[in-house]
C-alpha cells in the first residue's frame, strides 16, 4: 500500500473450503484458491509528476518484484486489488496515463503479468 500515511506491504493467503482446513467435504477434495491481496498500490504517475510529495514509485516497484518472486513458489490463483489505487487523484477515464504508468508497467513481471487481477478501484 502506498500512500499518504501508509506503508507499503503485500499479503498472499490462501483458502481451502468453508472449513479453512484444507479438508475433504462430503467425501469431495476441497478446492483450494490461492491469492495475493495488494491495498493503495498506484504512485508512479503522480511520483513522475511530482504531484505528491509522498508518492515515491521506487516503493511500488520494490513491492511488485516481492510480489513476483512469492508468486515464483506461492503460484496464485490470482491479484486481488483492495481500491485506493491511484495517487494523488485517482483515475479520470480509462484512457488516464494512470493505469499503464501505475499499474500495467509496474506489475508487469513473469510470475505477475499473466495472473488475473480482481480490482476494486
Known amino acids: 500500500a502506498v500512500g499518504p500515511s501508509?506503508?507499503?506491504?503485500?499479503?498472499?493467503?490462501s483458502y481451502?473450503?468453508?472449513?479453512?482446513k484444507g479438508g475433504a467435504r462430503g467425501g469431495q477434495e476441497a478446492e483450494i484458491v490461492k491469492f495475493m491481496s495488494?491495498?493503495?498500490?498506484g504512485v508512479a504517475e503522480c511520483s513522475n509528476k511530482g504531484?505528491?510529495?509522498?508518492?515515491?514509485?521506487s516503493i511500488?516497484?520494490?513491492?511488485?518484484?516481492a510480489m513476483n518472486q512469492a508468486a515464483e513458489t506461492f503460484s496464485?490463483?490470482?491479484?486481488?486489488?483492495?481500491g485506493?489505487?491511484?495517487?494523488?487523484d485517482g483515475a479520470s477515464s480509462l484512457d488516464s496515463a494512470q493505469f499503464p504508468e501505475?499499474?500495467?508497467?509496474?506489475?508487469?513481471?513473469?510470475?505477475?503479468?499473466?495472473?488475473?487481477w480482481q480490482v476494486t478501484i
Not at 51 to 57: F, G, I, S
Open 6 to 13: 501508509h506503508s507499503q506491504h503485500s499479503y498472499y493467503a
Open 16 to 20: 481451502a473450503g468453508s472449513s479453512g
Open 38 to 41: 495488494l491495498g493503495d498500490f
Open 51 to 57: 504531484l505528491h510529495k509522498k508518492c515515491d514509485k
Open 60 to 65: 511500488q516497484i520494490r513491492v511488485a518484484h
Open 76 to 82: 496464485p490463483d490470482f491479484l486481488l486489488s483492495l
Open 84 to 88: 485506493d489505487n491511484f495517487y494523488p
Open 102 to 116: 501505475s499499474f500495467e508497467h509496474v506489475y508487469n513481471l513473469p510470475n505477475i503479468r499473466d495472473k488475473k
